[in-house]
């Protein structure tokens, strides 16, 4: 499978603990997204890179996410202290340079119980 | 103000049906436009690039007018197979973020 791909499908977690959550995208892909989508709302940007360089991130982030791109491949993306309303499907996309069509892996559905 | 807006759906329209989803863009900076496709429970897929000139493809017709800051999406003779949720999508420069809508919902039934 050449396409993006998260893991977990799916994470259920305690309120408080930490989740860690990892995009493969596609290879030689050098932009990499994250987004955040809930039920009946379209995707909301979290974050991207560009090769390992973080180059934006949204002001809706607070300190308890973080993402990393260590070496301008796969991704991970870190919360910390996780509340209800962090739960919410994850996703990860990427597109390749010179190309603006951005392909998606099936995302990350986190529950916060 | 949201950056993307569309219109909130569902459309509820019969077999062969022609239909059109409405967007507008708040940024008036934003430099590339598309629909994407979701189908329930799935990842968000390329539908389409929006051009000013317009651009077809098939039964779908997708047309920008920058000095609105309107994009639309008509799609004729509607299959059930079309039935998905449409995103209206802008990004704001090249290689940037892309700013999606909330979506529309289609339905089309037998």
């Known amino acids: 499978d050449t396409g993006v791909s998260q893991n977990p499908r799916h994470k259920i977690t305690k309120r408080g603990q930490n989740v860690t959550f990892r995009c493969d995208p596609i290879s030689e892909h050098n932009r990499l997204y994250w987004y955040r989508q809930t039920l009946g709302q379209g995707p909301e940007f979290l974050t991207y890179?560009?090769?390992?360089?973080?180059?934006?991130k949204s002001r809706l982030l607070s300190d308890r996410f973080s993402a990393e791109r260590p070496k301008g491949s796969f991704s991970t993306l870190e919360i910390q202290r996780t509340e209800q309303g962090d739960s919410a499907m994850y996703l990860c996309?990427?597109?390749?340079?010179?190309?603006?069509?951005?392909?998606f892996g099936q995302g990350t559905r986190l529950t916060v119980v | 103000r949201k950056e993307v807006e569309q219109d909130p759906g569902p459309f509820n329209v019969p077999e062969g049906a022609t239909v059109a989803f409405n967007c507008t863009y708040s940024?008036?900076?934003?430099?590339?436009f598309f629909w994407y496709r979701q189908d329930c429970r799935k990842e968000p897929k390329l539908l389409m690039s929006v051009y000013s000139s317009g651009n077809e493809d098939g039964r779908f017709t997708a047309q920008l007018n920058r000095a609105s800051q309107y994009i639309s999406l008509l799609i004729r003779d509607s299959k059930l197979s079309d039935s998905a949720t449409y995103l209206c999508?802008?990004?704001?420069?090249?290689?940037?973020?892309?700013?999606f809508g909330a979506g529309t919902i289609l339905r089309v039934k037998s």
């Open positions: 996309a990427s597109t390749a340079f010179g190309s603006t069509e951005a392909f």
């Open positions: 890179f560009q090769n390992e360089a973080q180059l934006e």
């Open positions: 999508v802008v990004m704001m420069e090249y290689g940037n973020k892309l700013v």
């Open positions: 940024n008036s900076a934003s430099q590339s």
